[in-house]
């Protein structure tokens, strides 16, 4: 029943920005963060950005000060702005929730390319 769906993936060049957005739905639980992940391929998955639900973030180094994390509690809605793209961060980007009473849950993922 709980469903994660991202959007806002694409091909962009190097420099520019998206915007992905994760909408959870389902949730009858607790939840105690929402976080992206994301995964090159042949490389592991990395966590990128976690916002709990008063608020606090995390950033992976490689994109702070470039990405900004947000979310909606009350539509269970977590966003990721992506400023000044590099090619290093084309990945599939995943949504994810955490929840101390659950385990945790995760999107499909959404491709985004920086093009060079």
């Known amino acids: 029943q709980v469903q994660l769906v991202e959007s806002g993936g694409g091909l962009v060049q190097a420099g520019g920005s998206l915007r992905l957005s994760c909408v959870a739905s389902?949730?009858?639980?607790?939840?105690?963060?929402m976080a992206w992940y994301r995964q090159a391929p042949g490389n592991q998955r990395e966590l990128v950005a976690i916002?709990?639900?008063?608020?606090?973030?995390d950033y992976a180094d490689t994109v702070k000060g470039r990405f900004t994390i947000s979310r909606d509690n009350a539509k269970n809605i977590v966003s990721l702005q992506m400023n000044n793209l590099k090619p290093e961060d084309t990945a599939v980007y995943y949504c994810?929730?955490?929840?101390?009473?659950?385990?945790?849950?995760w999107g499909q993922g959404t491709q985004v390319t920086v093009s060079s």
């Open positions: 389902g949730i009858t639980f607790s939840i105690d963060g």
């Open positions: 916002i709990s639900r008063r608020g606090s973030t």
């Open positions: 994810s929730i955490k929840s101390r009473v659950e385990r945790d849950y």
